[in-house]
């Protein structure tokens, strides 16, 4: 009862890990995006605002802090999508060498505690019994 008590407040033997879900960790980025346009206008308009618009002028200004939006946004977006995709990705591959009796190399890291990495545990729990069931199949035939 103590393990499951603490798995379910996220503590390991490794020490205190948080179980952040997907759902959070896309709303936190959708708000971080809504945030960076206020920011860059917060820091142009509190700095010395005469000169950054006296040297780029005004519409240069504006299309410098989009163009900084964009890219910080756009890395952002593709280091959320490669974090989400590559677990996926990699549990297709080992759920399809499973599937066609290939058990060598099914095993997967888990490398987050969000719903990724409990699809991930469950997996491999599911593999593990698997070889067990597979290897007594194959003494008890013998």
Do not use: C, H
Not at 23 to 32: D, G, I, P, Q
Not at 59 to 88: E, G, R
Not at 123 to 139: E, V
């Amino acid at each position: 009862m103590a393990e499951s008590f603490s798995q379910e407040i996220g503590v390991f033997q490794d020490g205190l890990t948080i179980q952040i879900p997907m759902f959070y960790k896309l709303m936190a980025s959708m708000l971080t995006v809504a945030v960076i346009p206020i920011f860059l206008l917060g820091i142009v308009s509190m700095g010395d605002t005469v000169s950054v618009v006296a040297t780029l002028g005004l519409q240069n200004s504006i299309i410098v802090m989009t163009l900084l939006t964009v890219f910080v946004v756009f890395m952002w977006s593709f280091f959320l999508a490669k974090s989400i995709t590559d677990p996926v990705e990699q549990l297709s591959k080992a759920a399809t060498n499973a599937s066609q009796g290939d058990l060598t190399n099914v095993e997967i890291t888990v490398t987050s505690n969000d719903e990724i990495g409990e699809l991930a545990v469950a997996f491999n729990r599911l593999i593990n019994s698997y070889k067990i069931l597979d290897t007594l199949a194959k003494d008890d035939a013998e």
